[in-house]
């Protein structure tokens, strides 16, 4: 099985900053990597799906890169709405693994 | 537009069968390239990814759970079952399914369902 790893596991933050969440494979991925942002009681949401390509409907601040084994998302001026977990989460074979998520907090 | 909805029993009584059903529209699970997954959040942790199904009826599990999980497709029902037998209390969890397709998003989970709640105590 491919590892996801992600850091940190949780980060405070403020409106406007700039935010970096990074993921890690335990193997090379190639670009099979996305991206899924939750809010509490809801489903995850895709984000961003092959490390780079924004879901139709999602903002431009959020935006993402890598490939191999190391990924990152970055969201360029944190929005109130942002404040949430993300997950990454590896499509290039089965089973489907996921980071263990990153909780975005308010500062 | 993609729909997908779960359901099934809340309340499962150790060590019963849970027998989830996904019922979705907007797209067909005949076509080349589609799937339908289904992945868990027990409360307060991560997703844990269970199972896949594909248009052409290949059928993934996970590793650890691969013994006790089924997944089925009706497609002219578009339908997606998922059993888990043996439930145990670690089994309580929000079940979700979600639409995949190989080729537009490279496998990521595109569309999901709202999740059903399912609560394994005797």
């Known amino acids: 099985d491919i590892q996801m790893t992600q850091s940190p596991s949780s980060l405070s933050a403020s409106v406007g900053d700039r935010v970096t969440i990074t993921c890690r494979a335990s193997?090379?991925?190639?670009?099979?990597l996305n991206w899924y942002q939750q809010k509490p009681g809801k489903a995850p949401n895709l984000l961003i799906y092959a490390t780079s390509s924004l879901q139709s409907g999602v903002p431009s601040r959020f935006s993402g890169s890598g490939s191999g084994t190391d990924f990152t998302l970055t969201i360029s001026s944190l929005e109130p709405d942002d404040f949430a977990t993300y997950y990454c989460q590896q499509s290039y074979s089965t089973p489907r693994t996921f980071g263990q998520g990153t909780k975005v907090e308010i500062k | 537009q993609i729909t997908l909805k779960e359901s099934g029993p809340t309340l499962v009584k150790p060590p019963q069968t849970l027998t989830l059903t996904c019922t979705f529209s907007g797209f067909s699970l005949s076509i080349s390239g589609m799937g339908v997954g289904w992945i868990r959040q027990p409360p307060g942790k991560a997703l844990e990814w269970l199972a896949l199904i594909f248009w052409d009826n290949d059928k993934r599990y996970s590793p650890s759970l691969k013994s006790r999980l089924t997944i089925t497709k009706d497609t002219s029902k578009n339908q997606v079952v998922l059993s888990m037998t043996n439930m145990d209390p670690v089994d309580t969890a929000t079940y979700y399914c979600?639409?995949?397709?190989?080729?537009?998003?490279?496998?990521?989970?595109?569309?999901w369902g709202q999740g059903t709640l399912v609560t394994v105590s005797s």
């Open positions: 193997q090379s991925i190639s670009t099979y």
């Open positions: 979600a639409h995949s397709d190989l080729t537009r998003t490279l496998g990521a989970f595109d569309y």
